[in-house]
Nanobody
Framework: QVQLVESGGGLVQAGGSLRLSCAASGIMFSIFDMGWYRQAPGKQRELVAGISSSGSTNYANSVKGRFTISKDNTKNTVYLQMNSLKPEDTAVYYC?????????WGQGTLVTVSS
């Protein structure tokens, strides 16, 4: 069964940190491009950070210098380290895995940043 399971969301004060994890099962994790997306209330889902199967990373301008995406192929897990969090980072964060035309999504984890 193909599955992405996110964890690590929660409530944090502005300036704080959280680390999100996404554990994958049922896919050949090492060949997938992985990404973190977020969707705030009333807004479209947007890409936050991505990491390719080879390890190349890219970030939304709004999170550059504050967020870091990484992965551990031995654990089939992708991470998102979020530092210096701002209230505008409040959203449901989704993990995504993509290989050619196939993609899979996690169920999302809520991150709330209080001011």
């Amino acid at each position: 069964q193909v599955q992405l399971v996110e964890s690590g969301g929660g409530l944090v004060q502005a300036g704080g940190s959280l680390r999100l994890s996404c554990a994958a099962s049922g896919i050949m994790f090492s060949i997938f491009d992985m990404g973190w997306y977020r969707q705030a209330p009333g807004k479209q889902r947007e890409l936050v950070a991505g990491i390719s199967s080879s390890g190349s990373t890219n970030y939304a301008n709004s999170v550059k210098g504050r967020f870091t995406i990484s992965k551990d192929n031995t654990k089939n897990t992708v991470y998102l380290q979020m530092n210096s969090l701002k209230p505008e980072d409040t959203a449901v964060y989704y993990c995504n895995g993509a290989f050619r035309s196939y993609e899979v999504w996690g169920q999302g984890t809520l991150v709330t940043v209080s001011s």
